[in-house]
Structures are given as C-alpha cells and as structure tokens.
Nanobody, 114 residues
Framework: QVQLVESGGGLVQPGGSLRLSCVAS????????MAWYRQVSGKHRELVAS???????NYATSVKGRFTISRDNAVNTAHLQLDSLKPEDTAVYYC????????WGKGTPVTVSS
C-alpha cells in the first residue's frame, strides 16, 4: 500500500515560482518511475512531467523549460519546481507513484493570478 501527500501549492502572480513536493510512504518506491499530473475542473487530468528511478525526465511541451522534476530516493520524495508560471498553469497538481499505477495523492492547488 502506498500513501502519497502533495504540498507546496498556493496563489502566485504570473511569472512567479512554486515548489511542489510529494512524499510517499508505505512501500519501497525506489527505482519506480513517478509523475506529476494536473487537472482543471471539468477537464481530463494532464501529464506534466515524469522521472525514472535513475533520474531521466520527460516533460509536457507546455511546461518544458519552465518546470523541473526531481526526486530524492533516500526519503521517497519528489519535487516539481514551477517557474515562470502562467495563468494557464492554474490547476490541482497530483503525484502518481508509481507512474501509471492507481496510487494518487489528494492534490495541491496552484492558482496563478494577478
């Protein structure tokens, strides 16, 4: 069983930054790929970024160059650094660990507005 807790969301002005965290507990997750998704109310959940156990990363085109995914396997924690935020980045952000599994956190909301 896996428990995931996201944190770090909030209200930020366009151009600002946030750092999201996902803490995993309950099972050994080292080596498993994980991912961040986001969802706007009424829309499908969108894959934002993923990272393998070895640190290889992939990003959605819409966030490439602005967001950075990272992980610390020693403490089962992953991060998503959000820079140069835009209003269209407003969403609830979720971690999915292992990637493509049924394990999700409850999400952390990000609002980008002036």
């Amino acid at each position: 069983q896996v428990q995931l807790v996201e944190s770090g969301g909030g209200l930020v002005q366009p151009g600002g930054s946030l750092r999201l965290s996902c803490v995993a507990s309950g099972s050994i997750l080292n080596g498993y790929e994980m991912a961040w998704y986001r969802q706007v109310s009424g829309k499908h959940r969108e894959l934002v970024a993923s990272i393998t156990g070895g640190g290889s990363t992939n990003y959605a085109t819409s966030v490439k160059g602005r967001f950075t995914i990272s992980r610390d396997n020693a403490v089962n924690t992953a991060h998503l650094q959000l820079d140069s935020l835009k209003p269209e980045d407003t969403a609830v952000y979720y971690c999915n660990w292992p990637f493509k599994s049924d394990y999700w956190g409850k999400g952390t909301p990000v609002t980008v507005s002036s």
